[in-house]
Structure formats: structure tokens, C-alpha cells
């Protein structure tokens, strides 16, 4: 039943134009493909070198202590550092600051939007709504270890 859900509303997100306002044109987005078993990045295959990012504090607990803003910074120049191309999120960065920082250090978010079936499948849309367009973006996130 979710599969068939997801498969009604994700060409909607695709290509609905009406999701792309509000957004902020940082340079030009990089065209993803998938050739075969090769994901390609501007004709060029790519080699994924990515971690799960997921900054809370010591201590915190997640998702209230959550801090994608606060984090950012020191752990981007880490993960560059590390040769980090891509981070993948257990809840959506929203924030285009967030995702302007990444895309400075080349990073790619692999960005979580539904990772919890007990939520309407409507609740990605304000997720996607505020980051689609932007190039950090290479993919969204659906599903996260549903064991059903």
C-alpha cells in the first residue's frame, strides 16, 4: 500500500514547478543520471565517499537537539578534509544556508524527506518545497530500514 502511495506522488514532485518557488539559484545543479549501475554526475561517473550526518551534541537527543546550522561549519571542513563527498540525513535539511556551506566544501546531500511511514506521504512537500533546485541536492531520501 505505501509503495503504491509513494508511486502516486513522486513524479508529482519530480516535476511540479510549483515546488521550486522560494528557492535561491546558487550556480548551476549538476545533471545526475543513472547509466546502467553507474550514477553519473555531469556525464562523469560518481564515487560516493559519504557518512551519515546526523550533528546533535553530546548529550542531546535527537530530533530535538538536532543542529544542522550549529554544526556545519567545523564538520564540513572535517568531512572535506577526509575527502567526504556526500552526506546522507536522518531528517531533511531545510536549511539553505546548511546546504550552501556543503556545496562550498563539494558535498552532496542524500536528503531524508520520509523516513517514517506513520506520517501522511503529504509531509515530504514542504521537505522537498524547501531545498529542491539547490545543487548540494543529489537525491531525496525514502525510506529508512523498513523492515515490513
Given at each position: ?13 519530480m516535476v ?5 518557488a522560494?528557492?535561491v539559484d ?5 545533471v545526475?543520471?543513472v ?11 560518481f ?12 548529550g542531546g537527543?535527537?530530533p530535538?537537539?538536532l543542529?544542522f546550522?550549529?554544526f556545519?561549519e567545523?564538520?564540513?571542513e572535517i ?19 546548511v546546504?550552501?556551506v556543503l556545496w562550498s ?5 542524500l536528503n531524508?524527506?520520509?523516513v ?13 518545497r524547501?531545498?529542491?533546485g539547490?545543487?548540494a541536492?543529489l537525491?531525496?531520501?525514502?525510506g529508512?530500514?523498513?523492515n515490513?
Amino acid at each position: 500500500r505505501l509503495g503504491l502511495r509513494l508511486h502516486t506522488w513522486l513524479p508529482f514532485l519530480m516535476v511540479h514547478s510549483s515546488l521550486c518557488a522560494g528557492t535561491v539559484d546558487i550556480g548551476p545543479r549538476p545533471v545526475v543520471e543513472v547509466f546502467g549501475r553507474q550514477l553519473l554526475v555531469d556525464g562523469k561517473p560518481f564515487h560516493l565517499k559519504g557518512v551519515n550526518w546526523n550533528p546533535v551534541r553530546r548529550g542531546g537527543r535527537n530530533p530535538r537537539d538536532l543542529d544542522f546550522r550549529g554544526f556545519v561549519e567545523v564538520d564540513a571542513e572535517i568531512m572535506s578534509l577526509a575527502g567526504i563527498n556526500a552526506v546522507r540525513t536522518y531528517d531533511a535539511i531545510m536549511d539553505v544556508d546548511v546546504l550552501d556551506v556543503l556545496w562550498s566544501k563539494s558535498i552532496f546531500v542524500l536528503n531524508s524527506v520520509y523516513v517514517n511511514a506513520d506520517q501522511p506521504v503529504e509531509s515530504l512537500i514542504p521537505k522537498v518545497r524547501a531545498a529542491v533546485g539547490h545543487p548540494a541536492v543529489l537525491m531525496w531520501v525514502v525510506g529508512n530500514e523498513w523492515n515490513f
